[in-house]
């Protein structure tokens, strides 16, 4: 395999040493096949929202797996998780399955475009929307990580169509409107970023996103394949109270199976096929088992005083982070919203991907290391979120904090 993973995110190249290599996992904990335990704060980098192997989504695993695991043919758990998501998230009336991120991403990008009869895009720098041709542009996740220049293999008369700026700057999109009259389908971001480290709207960007587009006549598309049913049940959309035209899903809506989505407006998703002539298909989309984890994974989510929960967890730890990094001396800036958090080794704001360049990821690869041998599990870069889950008890966040402490001076 190359580099010996199946997802280079997962590879240590950024921190140093090899990638361990996981045998289980349950609630907030990940043991190694020699048998050490880690108290996990990647979970599997988003679907772990009510921690790992939950017991109630096993079960209903089991009870689904007995009739079958695919059907390729409609089944009526699709349609239940359909109705939870439109019932979820403000902007999707009409929702379409898929079995990633990626494929949401991919698919949602040909919708802008066959709804607009425009091909440009725009983009933020350091925003991940999964590796299709034309997102590979400044892209965040394990291409930030590795320092990758944008891929080889990707045509330029691809790229040419795809646009980017700063994020958290609204000047540079209006300028890119005003450089490409009638050209842009839409504007797409990840409306918290967790793939260049964690970076939060700034007050009044997201209202400007949207006020722009539709003045342009384009697309707003929030991809919140990793901030849906996480900052806030109803996502960032709703947490923001700003609406976009269309929605890209995943992790945490296929509860550890493999899925993604993408819905929005009906007018707008009735161009999918077979309802309209954008096409676009999936031999396994929307199986019994994948549904299933889905189903029981917003069931425990929408339950009383879930986000209350993680908000004040997540807040507690990265409070306890910034404060032993400072004590032992070091910049650090810090911060959370709801289940997800992040942190850079560097004095802040931090409010783009240049700005979150001048992280000291050396020192984060020591401290990595460190943190691994008090065993915590920490995203292997200085430019991934991390997520927290009700599976973390306080005494996880305890733990995880004077594992932080010694390692920080330990560091020093
Ligand atoms: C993870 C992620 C993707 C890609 O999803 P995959 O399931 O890994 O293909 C796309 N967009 C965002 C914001 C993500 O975090």
């Keep these: ?199 939060t709207p700034e007050p009044g960007f997201l209202e400007g996103l949207r006020e722009l587009t539709k003045e342009n006549g384009a697309l707003l598309v929030f991809d919140e394949v990793m901030t849906g049913f996480r900052i806030s049940y109803g996502g960032a959309q709703e947490r923001f109270g700003v609406t976009p035209d269309l929605t890209t899903m995943g992790k945490v809506i296929g509860g550890g199976l493999p899925v993604g989505a993408y819905g929005g407006k009906a007018e707008i998703m009735s161009m999918v096929a077979p309802a309209g002539p954008m096409y676009q298909a999936g031999t396994l989309s929307g199986n019994p088992l994948a549904m299933t984890a889905g189903i029981k994974t917003l069931e425990l989510l929408s339950q009383e005083g879930t986000y209350d929960r993680l908000e004040l967890l997540t807040n507690r730890l990265i409070e306890g982070i910034v404060d032993c990094a400072k004590s032992a001396g070091f910049e650090i800036t810090g911060s959370s919203i709801s289940a997800m958090f992040g942190f850079y080794l560097c004095q802040g704001p931090v409010r783009n991907f240049e700005e979150a360049k001048a992280s000291d990821t050396e020192r984060f690869g020591k401290l990595h290391r460190e943190m691994l041998n008090r065993g915590v599990y920490l995203a292997p870069s200085a430019f991934e979120a991390g997520f927290t889950s009700l599976a973390h008890s306080d005494d996880d966040i305890d733990a995880t904090i004077q594992a932080f402490r010694d390692s920080f001076e330990a560091i020093k």
């Design 1 to 199: 395999m190359p580099g010996g993973v199946s997802s280079p995110v997962r590879a240590f190249k950024s921190v140093g040493g090899q990638p361990i290599v996981f045998d289980r996992v349950k609630g907030p904990y990940a043991w190694d096949v020699d048998g050490n335990r880690f108290i996990d704060y990647v979970g599997s980098w988003g679907p772990a929202i009510c921690g790992h192997s939950h017991p109630d989504v096993t079960a209903a695993l089991q009870e689904a797996l007995e009739k079958g695991t695919s059907f390729g043919a409609p089944c009526e758990l699709e349609n239940r998780l359909a109705s939870m998501v439109i019932d979820a998230v403000p902007s999707v009336e009409m929702v379409r399955f898929v079995n990633s991120g990626t494929e949401a991403c991919m698919a949602v990008l040909r919708l802008m475009r066959a709804f607009t009869g425009r091909d440009k895009v725009i983009k933020f720098e350091g925003c991940y929307h999964g590796h299709a041709d034309m997102f590979l542009v400044k892209a965040g996740s394990g291409v930030a990580t590795l320092g990758l220049p944008d891929s080889p293999g990707v045509p330029r008369s691809t790229t040419a169509n795809t646009l980017t700026a700063p994020y958290n700057d609204l000047e540079a999109v209006k300028e890119l409107f005003a450089e490409n009259p009638d050209a842009i389908s839409g504007v797409i971001l990840e409306p918290v970023v967790g793939n260049a480290g964690f970076i």
